[in-house]
């Protein structure tokens, strides 16, 4: 059973730009939540989806941006890139938004410049 | 609003010790809890929850965990340590009660196991 794949592993922009994350989750799953990783703030929750839904919130601008297909993978977009967006980008996915473990994938790391 | 503390940004301890990683947490209705383990470069590998009966639970690679109520904490533990368990490790939180899958994390811990 293949896991959580997240495109791309890599990805390094300007700042100014936007960038479009995506996430496929496990097959079955339906919830989808992303979190942001930084060495100083450690991980953050920006959204979680279920059923095409967003359910949840995390307090990040409106630069951050998310939506979740009808085969359950998500896309997360932030426009206007700023330094401080750099970051490990983590999705994770559970069989139903009542699931208690989520399953991560290996993320995306994003480097602004 | 859920938090959780991690106490220490780094544990050591030789290998063949025992090893425990501390964890509190704080949440206003039931918890579901959780270790994750995370590898250089890699995202996060589910070890343990908690999710109602046992305090002890056990998990993946001869991990496990203590839950106490009272106290509110969720310390991993392992009796022999092994040098591949070094690894940033954390603990999450979850309210049963909130409807959300959302986790909460703490800030983690990296666990250094000496030969």
């Known amino acids: 059973k293949a896991g959580v794949t997240q495109t791309p592993r890599y990805l390094i922009k300007t700042r100014g730009q936007q960038v479009t994350l995506s996430c496929s989750p496990i097959s079955g799953h339906r919830s989808v939540s992303w979190y942001q990783q930084t060495p100083g703030q450690g991980l953050q929750f920006l959204f979680e989806y279920f059923s095409e839904t967003q359910r949840n919130k995390g307090n990040f601008p409106g630069r951050f941006s998310g939506r979740q297909f009808s085969n359950s993978r998500s896309e997360m977009n932030v426009s206007t890139l700023e330094l401080g967006d750099s970051a490990l980008y983590l999705c994770?996915?559970?069989?139903?938004?009542?699931?208690?473990?989520?399953?991560f994938g290996q993320g995306t790391r994003l480097t602004v410049v | 609003a859920q938090s959780v503390a991690q106490p220490e940004d780094q544990v050591n301890v030789a290998e063949g010790n025992p090893l425990t990683v501390k964890c509190t947490y704080s949440v206003s209705g039931n918890p579901y809890l959780f270790w994750y383990v995370q590898y250089p470069n890699r995202g996060l590998q589910f070890l343990l929850k908690?999710?109602?009966?046992?305090?002890l639970v056990k998990g993946s690679y001869g991990f496990e965990a203590e839950f106490n109520k009272s106290q509110t904490s969720f310390h991993l533990k392992k009796p022999s340590a092994l040098v591949s368990d070094s690894a940033l490790y954390f603990c999450?939180?979850?309210?049963?009660?909130?409807?959300?899958?959302?986790?909460?994390f703490g800030k983690g811990t990296m666990l250094l196991v000496s030969p």
């Open positions: 908690y999710i109602t009966g046992d305090n």
């Open positions: 994770a996915s559970s069989f139903s938004d009542r699931d208690t473990e989520a399953f």
């Open positions: 999450a939180v979850r309210d049963r009660n909130s409807g959300y899958s959302t986790l909460t």
